[in-house]
């Protein structure tokens, strides 16, 4: 399988203006002199270099963007608080309400749940063990090397 097809459009442009300028420079290929090809070819090129300036430039909107935001919240806390402090527009007020805060006649207090009691764990009582009811297995148990046996 040939490896043309794994190839972008601008690599395969490169290779075919290498092969073209190495093997037939004087040729003309379907109207087009070598020159003429790479003058027309270039504007994908062209057009990909716009298009990363774009995305460097997107990129730096972004983060003034976000520090525009971040301006603009501490302005709005800054503002709240200065209307919370006010004495005719204060924590009641049907502005603080209308910016989107629950006025303070308005606020419930939590109410606390009674703790769940947890009942303690039974203890448990040894219960012998009949030797009836333990099957008698063969369990070979090594010995260590140090052990007198006698």
Known sequence: MS???RQDVSTRRDQFID???????EMSIAGYTLAQFVAESQAPDEI?????????????TIIERQAADNRLKEKLIMLTDTLR??????YDSPFYRSIGF???????????????????????AAVPMALATVPM???SVPIPPSANVA
């Open 48 to 60: 990909r270099q716009r298009l990363s300036a774009a995305r460097t430039e997107v990129a730096g």
């Open 3 to 5: 490896a043309i097809n």
């Open 102 to 124: 629950v006025p303070k006649s308005e606020r419930k207090r939590p109410v606390r749940q009674p703790k769940a009691v947890v009942a303690a764990p039974m203890a448990i």
């Open 85 to 90: 402090g006010t004495p005719s527009y204060g």
């Open 137 to 139: 297995t063969l369990v």
């Open 19 to 25: 092969s073209w300028r190495k093997f037939a420079p």
